[in-house]
């Protein structure tokens, strides 16, 4: 007849043969259990623990198949209706199977086996109690986590077996440690293990004590410092001298009364004075906050430079230093004459937009010189992290002030020039939003009360003269854009990057390299623009010409000619667009704008037998591709152009750039009107401007620097939208004089003139 006996699960606990144990119990179901082993089992229930501990429901495969039968001693029912028993574990036994009780399906049983000891010599066992005791004894003499009075229970055990189980019930083992042990039904091996887990344990406690005489040493040191810099400190008071942390405390008060600040911020900063002396000399946090007061006592609270307000002198100085750019030296000029009448006005916030190299930071440096104010420099490019501009809270390892307060402190002025340099390139992710930090800080509304993490006290910004740059006007945040002054610096033409480079490039070089005069016939500057250089500004101008000088003083030459440039420069790098099959059909010249200024760029196409084919080449975008559909689209319900059984290639070729946006329809349709009637279209013609489905030219942007570029490259006729006439006020005097500038409405216009 198989054994039968009841099952109480209890977690994360281990009972042992010969170990006892009181539990409390409140389960109802384990109430059960308890009453069902004491009046049919002989007070005897079989205790396991599952051997995952985090499943609250564990399944009969997470049971062990080694199982302790327990003796209910005593039952104890308590007064919160929980019980409590005293429990001895008897023996342990081999689990066949477990499966719902016949009485009650929600509560466990199991079938069993006696488990039958292996048998092994006595010489052995003798030899191994001996090793297990005397090992014990050396355990108990280290530790202080178990009692002599193991060893007189021990002294009792008749056998191995029994004297395993003792020694695992007493040690503090862990859960699964113990949960081998339980299971484990050899005593030799158990044994075996044992003395190898004791010895583990004695090596351990060793380097424990090791650590606690270190730590006890370095404690003992510690204290021994203190007691003597306090009798040092003793000393000193005695004799009326003052210890540094005094000196620092006095020299921070001193500094703090000198400035003219509100009264909370004195009195926030004069608690963090006070609280110099409290702290220990030895404490990290000194460091932090003597770190903390020497930045915000150095902040320049109330001291301003004195600002020029000669308008006549700050424009003199202004166009003695760069070229053009009337609008940013009028501003500032009609600032300086307002500022005589009212000493409290606020300078403006001017965000200047142009392609690389056009003179942007270089103004704003010449308008903080003109002004006689302090610079600094932010560059926020790629920046997407608010705290590079306002800093880290103080509870931070290594914290700072933000980019706005350091550059103060460098100043020492609170009414700089501050440019806030790419601030189309700032990005927006998970470490925060930039441009709403630079909302608080340009904003007049705002930046009077600007806070830093790190100073923790408002900061009046309004004094700043904020100056930010940006290439491309569209990529500029909208909340940036609605609070700031733009000013557009467009590209230069030929004849101004002549002009620039003889009063102003030259004149400078010249002074560097200390210097009288190299000529630079107005032929050869042409050349070095037009084939040496490629951009809006004269930044790589003014790197060709510092290289022909330096080249011109090694070998005693007091003029550049035009032999020289191949022979100092190279083959040239650039030419003008003047190729020689655009006089053919199907290639017209298309204006465009990127970062670096106007573009002239070849659109070309060609027309084959086919399937209906499109096929765009040359680096295109999106909201190009979709300006090609649109246009044939109206060329086959404007003029009927069948072209159902035709391939259509679109071709860009200046593909070293990605080139998008909606300005090509106008060029596109050309193109493609160009090659089906067989009627080319003259190289000193460039187009600009979108088209829709019914012909209209729609307005577009960057028009000025498309006209400055098709004027740099010879073009004499440009078609723009009659939408965007009133830029023509803008361009220059003497382009309009030399180009036609056509506006047109509907494409119509077009056709008529090149296509009947």
Known sequence: ??????????????????????????????????????????????????LDQMEEEPSTDDLPKVGVIAKIKSKIELNNNNIRLNLKGIKRVVINKYFPSKWNKDILSCEYEEIELPKFAPLEEKALQRKLINTLKDYISSSDNISNSILTTVNKAKNLNSITDIITSFLPFDFEKKCYYMQNYNPLNRAKDLVTDLLEELEIIKLDNEIDEIVQENLEENQKEFILREKIKAIKNELGEKSSQEI???KFLAKLNSLKINPSTYNK?????????????????????????????????????????????????????????????????????????????????ICLVGPPGVGKTSIAIAISKVLNRQFYKISVGGLNDSTELIGNRRTYLGANPGKIIQGLRKCGTKNPVILIDEVDKMMKNYHGDPASTLLEIIDPMQNAFFTDNYIEEPFDLSDVFFILTANDILNIPLTILDRVLVININSYTIFDKIEIANNYILPKLFKKYGINKIAFSIEVLKKIINEYTYEAGCRELERILEILIRKAIINNKAKILENDLKKYLGLPKYSLNNFENLNSYGIVNLLGVNTCGGTLEKVETAITDGDGKITITGSVGKVLEESIYVVLTYLKNKYKIVLDKKNIHVHFLESNFRKDGPSAGVAITTAILSFWKRKPIKANIAFTGEISLNGSILPVGGLKEKIIAAYNNGVNIVYIPIANINILEEIPKLIKENMEIIPIKNYEEIYAKYFK
């Open 1 to 50: 007849m198989p054994n039968i006996i009841p099952v109480i699960l209890l977690k994360k606990l281990i009972i042992l043969p010969n170990q006892e144990i009181k539990i409390e119990l409140n389960n109802k179901l384990s109430k059960l259990v308890i009453k069902k082993a004491m009046t049919d089992y002989n007070n005897e229930v079989l205790v396991v623990s599952p």
């Open 248 to 250: 620092t405390k006095d």
């Open 269 to 349: 900063i004069l608690n963090e004075i006070n609280k110099l002396t409290i702290i220990s000399e030895t404490s990290p946090e000194l460091g932090v906050l003597i770190n903390y007061l020497d930045w915000i006592l150095s902040l320049p609270w109330n001291k301003t430079s004195k600002d020029c307000i000669d308008a006549r002198e700050i424009m003199n100085k202004l166009n003695e230093s760069h070229f053009g750019l009337k609008e940013i030296k009028n501003l500032v000029s009609d600032f300086a004459l307002i500022k005589q009448k009212n000493k409290k006005i606020k300078a403006p916030i």
